[in-house]
């Protein structure tokens, strides 16, 4: 994989660092290391005793981690794993280490995945139409374009990417597949959207949602998800904190839900006698970024910051 390097700003650096360490001795995981922003700001933070554990799908991620300025490998509190951040309880537990002090997940696209023609993430590059996380494995965008029939494809564009124009949009990949020219490449979807989007909100692409929602597919992402907060759940240790920063309604929405359902003392409707079930989570914070942090890096706009502490019942 290539090492070239592509400018990225991490976001809400302070804020998620500031929520997430709260024991300078402590043990944390960064689920999404990108190009190591939050991670070098954690280790700032951090003892000797200390140590974080960082978790990415990228290949070029894992190469940013041992290689040049962004290289944490000679840091011995320091270690990563070419994995998804819902394996990060098997991944942990190999390295005999039981709970944790607390579990960073920036979600999203990194900057220099969208940059980079080559990864096929941004309809603004003409290149392959790719879209893995981890390009060695699965299947790319333009494999799935190529298989899956016109319900299926119209399914993932609404449900995905909350596109009203999913069905238009479906019928016209599939008829153009089966004019034996199927759409290989960033530019190919993006035309191919655009003229079957009638209507869009100013100062958005026709093919934003779609490629959202393909990204998605491509990499079960929302899946992942909902398995690396029930991992980062039965890891943190009482007080420690669950720190996740969302870009899109739908990611946000899920660890919405699992915050507040935390939150709740449960019955046992098999048991309607007994104790209720004691809360696992406590809200702390929404967050979103501050007016001078979107006007220096626009991408920030659309974030938002959640936090949650374990609570001291098991």
């Keep these: 994989m290539s090492t070239t390097s592509f400018d990225h700003r991490t976001v809400l650096l302070d804020e998620a660092v500031n929520a997430l360490v709260w024991d300078a001795d402590g043990t944390y995981i960064d689920g999404t290391f990108g190009r190591g922003g939050h991670a070098r700001a954690i280790l700032g933070r ?6 974080l554990i960082a978790f990415d799908k990228d290949p070029d991620a894992i190469a940013a981690a041992t290689q040049g300025e962004t290289s944490r490998v000679d ?7 070419h994995s998804s951040f819902a394996d990060m309880a098997q991944q942990v537990a190999a390295l005999g280490i039981a709970q944790v002090h607390g579990v960073l ?7 220099p995945q969208i940059d980079n023609p080559a990864r096929g993430f941004s309809f603004r590059f003409d290149g392959p139409l790719d879209m893995r996380m981890d390009p060695t494995r699965g299947e790319s965008a333009a494999d799935f374009l190529a298989r899956a029939d ?6 993932v564009v609404r449900d995905y990417g ?21 759409v290989r490449s960033t530019g190919e979807l993006s035309e191919v959207v655009a003229r079957a989007v009638k209507t869009r909100e100013p100062g958005q ?5 779609t490629f959202q929602a393909l990204r998605i597919q491509v990499n079960a992402e929302l899946e992942e998800l909902e398995q690396g907060l029930n991992a980062a759940l039965k890891l943190l240790l009482p007080q420690g904190r669950l720190v996740v920063i969302s870009f899109h309604s739908l990611e946000d929405r899920i660890v ?10 449960v019955v046992d409707r098999r048991a309607p006698f007994a104790e209720p079930l004691p809360t696992r989570l406590r809200a702390l914070a929404r967050l979103k970024p501050s007016e001078t942090e979107v006007r220096a890096n626009p991408r920030s706009r659309s974030a938002i910051l959640r936090v949650a502490e374990r609570t001291e019942a098991a």
């Design 105 to 111: 997940l920036d979600l999203g696209v990194s900057s």
């Design 46 to 51: 951090l003892t000797p005793r200390g140590r």
């Design 150 to 155: 016109e319900r299926q494809i119209a399914k």
């Design 75 to 81: 840091d011995p509190r320091f270690s990563i794993c």
């Design 256 to 265: 919405k839900t699992f915050i507040s359902r935390e939150s709740k003392s």
């Design 205 to 209: 692409d026709p093919a934003t949602r």
């Design 162 to 182: 909350e596109e009203r124009f999913a069905v238009p949009i479906a019928k016209a990949l599939v008829a153009r597949r089966e004019g034996g020219n199927p």
